[in-house]
């Protein structure tokens, strides 16, 4: 069975500050996608990354930077000098898999609170 | 990019109506859509998963009667909400996924979501 772990419920930062977000998955596919997705408070699900089982390279992309380990099944999200706009909830998502009959398992999501 | 709506947004209704929410896909054909459902400060929860042209595959516990999932075509599912109670009342969210050319795609969008009040 597929899993996502977000174990932070909530987090509060002051503006300007770095913050990680953390994200373990469990999953018994050799091949698989994690996502993270940003839910700010109007609802709507904004896609920030895909990445696949087979490319570990880290990302960065602006702000934002990802770190992805399989040794450690973990896949974090990092915002540098946060601002005010990025208070919304964070989901890490995992997908069983590729193909038609694959699915997304959605962490219990993060709640990033940017102080000004 | 890839484009899906919701509609409507938000829907109030009385306890033992039934109410239907669209999604469409706008720039894409999506063989494939996905129902979601959130409830407050919640992760989202697959409610079921709707093929173009069959039955959809609804996930373990919910009662395929009571949310009925037709996707009629490429760029429309809809979820009717039968029988409605205030326990109904959530956030539901679809999402569509653009067709993959081989095993290395797949991308999922999601919908605006719409917000379902039952007094």
């Known amino acids: 069975a597929q899993k996502v772990t977000q174990a932070q419920t909530e987090i509060s930062v002051v503006e300007k500050e770095d913050v990680t977000l953390d994200c373990v998955y469990e999953t018994r596919d050799t091949t698989y996608y994690l996502f993270w997705y940003k839910q700010p408070p109007s609802g709507e699900l904004v896609f920030l990354i895909r990445?696949?089982?087979?490319?570990?390279q880290n990302e960065i992309s602006g702000r934002y930077s990802w770190n992805f380990q399989k040794s450690t099944s973990s896949f974090n999200f990092t915002i540098t000098a946060s601002q005010v706009v990025d208070s919304a909830v964070y989901f890490c998502?995992?997908?069983?898999?590729?193909?038609?009959?694959?699915?997304?398992?959605f962490g219990k999501g993060i709640t990033l609170s940017v102080r000004p | 990019g890839a484009v899906v709506s919701q509609h409507p947004s938000r829907v109030i209704c009385k306890s033992g109506t039934s109410v239907k929410i669209e999604c469409r896909s706008l720039?894409?054909?999506?063989?494939?859509m996905f129902w979601y459902r959130q409830f407050p400060k919640k992760s989202l929860m697959l409610m079921a998963t709707?093929?173009?042209?069959?039955?959809?595959?609804?996930e373990q516990g919910v009662e395929k009667d009571k949310f009925l999932i037709n996707h009629a075509s490429l760029t429309l599912s809809t979820l009717t909400v039968t029988s409605a109670h205030p326990e109904d009342s959530s956030f539901y969210i679809c999402?569509?996924?653009?067709?993959?050319?081989?095993?290395?795609?797949?991308?999922?969008?999601f919908g605006p979501g719409t917000r379902l009040t039952v007094t």
């Open positions: 720039d894409f054909q999506a063989t494939t």
């Open positions: 990445r696949n089982s087979f490319d570990e």
């Open positions: 999402s569509a996924r653009v067709p993959g050319r081989g095993t290395a795609s797949y991308e999922q969008y």
């Open positions: 998502a995992l997908s069983d898999g590729v193909g038609a009959n694959s699915k997304l398992t």
């Open positions: 709707s093929n173009e042209g069959s039955k959809a595959t609804y």
